[in-house]
């Protein structure tokens, strides 16, 4: 496909981790970028010092890059790069429709969750708050600390306009970050939801010492709980084989660096879901996320044991020993 000309100014929503290696790479390509953020020390020290020190310490990021307190700085930009958690959506994008008075501009959504209030896709979420939005998926194995380091990285970018997807991939692209164009929104934002409830789900198999061979087998059967969703939901198979549903997945679901797995870690050793988040100053998605899956998943009458499984734990209603307990206790049945 052709190159388009990448976005001469881009805000970045979102001062976390993940949100400071996007803003990095935009800012590294000679982009005006300018990223929000709601703590005043992330503000100045990335003003000041050119560091993330409360979400991403230790990476120099580029003297260009500018942060803001206000929401008034997106009034000016070409492009959004929206890295809110899932959960605050709603009404940052209110404010952001505000602030750009509701003028037409290309949104790349990176937030990896479901809102658990109305069980809506970011994509929906967007389209009813903010509909002269332009929304598109930035999704895929990626972590943000590899790609602040400028670690090779490649991800999905799903945008329905071939022309703004281009241009996406010149704004945000680089020889260590590899984006791959799709138009399916919908399989990789699912594949970007349900791969965080799947990591919680090792993470307690890891917590609880059950094995590796254990965690592989977990990895591939809630696999086939997500290929089952996202067909009901209109996703394409080879979005949900690609970067931003198995790969995403194998990242996620297989190392403690990632938050959902870690935190799985903690509730496999027994420990409870408040302590374990009272310790964090990031948010762990799948935790709201799992009972929008679980709810999606029944509505469209599919089986999800799994994320069931994991909204059972995360709300209390069974230990992990128990949800241990009733997954072997499952019929043996067609792998098909």
Not at 132 to 157: H, I, K, N, W, Y
Not at 246 to 265: E, F, H, K
Not at 296 to 316: H, M, Q, T, Y
Request: hydrophobic share 45%.
């Amino acid at each position: 496909m052709n190159s388009g000309p990448p976005f001469t100014s881009v805000g970045v929503i979102g001062g976390g981790a993940w949100g400071t290696a996007l803003a990095s790479l935009c800012a590294g390509n000679k982009i005006e970028t300018t990223i929000w953020a709601r703590e005043d020390a992330v503000i100045s020290a990335i003003n000041e010092r050119h560091e993330n020190t409360e979400f991403l310490p230790g990476v120099p990021l580029p003297k260009t890059l500018k942060a803001s307190e206000t929401l008034g700085m997106a009034a000016n930009a070409e492009a959004i790069l929206f890295v809110v958690p899932a959960q605050f959506a709603r009404g940052v994008f209110a404010e952001l429709r505000a602030a750009t008075v509701g003028r037409e501009l290309s949104v790349a959504l990176c937030s990896k969750g479901i809102e658990k209030s109305s069980g809506l896709l970011m994509t929906e979420v967007i389209s009813a708050v903010w509909p002269e939005a332009q929304p598109a998926v930035l999704s895929g194995p990626s972590f943000a600390r590899d790609v602040a380091m400028g670690q090779p990285t490649a991800v999905t970018l799903a945008c329905a306009d071939e022309t703004l997807g281009a241009r996406w991939m010149a704004t945000i692209g680089a020889a260590h970050f590899r984006p791959y164009l799709s138009d399916d929104l919908t399989g990789a934002e699912l594949g970007g939801a349900v791969k965080n409830v799947l990591a919680i789900a090792a993470g307690v198999v890891d917590g609880r010492g059950l094995g590796q061979s254990a965690r592989a087998a977990l990895i591939a059967r809630g696999f086939s709980e997500f290929q089952r969703l996202g067909v009901a939901l209109g996703a394409k198979r080879e979005t949900m084989a690609g970067l931003s549903g198995l790969g995403d997945l194998i990242l996620t679901a297989s190392s403690p660096q990632s938050r959902n797995m870690s935190l799985g870690i903690e509730l496999g050793k027994g420990r409870s879901l408040d302590d374990v988040l009272g310790e964090r100053n990031t948010v762990s998605e799948g935790v709201a996320t799992a009972d929008a899956i679980h709810a999606l998943a029944k509505k469209a009458g599919v089986e999800a044991p799994i994320c069931e499984a994991v909204s059972d734990l995360v709300n209390g209603r069974k230990s992990a020993d128990q949800i241990i307990a009733a997954l072997l206790a499952r019929p043996f049945k067609s792998e098909a």
